[in-house]
């Protein structure tokens, strides 16, 4: 059964840092192309970053370039979201995907997502 579990969220003041997991089971995640979502209270879900199945290709959401990056270790099936230089405006629920097709994550219509993990960012 595919899964993929994200982890690492939780409550941090602004100008800080987070790491992002996402551990992904019942798939061989180097065939997939991996994206990020956020969505937070009272607003759609939206994009964030997204890489392609070998890494070779990464995009970033205008407002969070400079500050995360995307990243994969297609050996321990694993996807990574390194936010620095957090605002409160990042604070959002984040999710995982997954899909075959690069252009169907930027899209936003992947095939698999996870459950999510809250991020805050408060002082």
């Known amino acids: 059964q595919l899964q993929l579990v994200e982890s690492g969220g939780g409550l941090v003041q602004p100008g800080g840092s987070l790491r992002l997991s996402c551990a992904a089971s019942?798939?061989?995640?180097?065939?997939?192309?991996m994206g990020w979502f956020r969505q937070a209270p009272g607003k759609e879900r939206e994009w964030v970053s997204c890489?392609?199945?070998?890494?070779?290709?990464?995009n970033y959401k205008e407002s969070v370039k400079g500050r995360f990056t995307i990243s994969r270790d297609n050996a321990k099936n694993t996807v990574y979201l390194q936010m620095n230089s957090l605002k409160p405006e990042d604070t959002a629920v984040y999710y995982c995907?997954?899909?075959?097709?690069?252009?169907?994550?930027?899209?936003?219509?992947?095939?698999?997502w996870g459950q999510g993990t809250q991020v805050t960012v408060s002082s």
């Open positions: 019942g798939i061989t995640l180097r065939y997939y192309a």
């Open positions: 995907a997954a899909d075959a097709n690069y252009g169907s994550v930027i899209a936003g219509i992947p095939d698999y």
């Open positions: 890489t392609s199945s070998s890494g070779d290709r990464t």
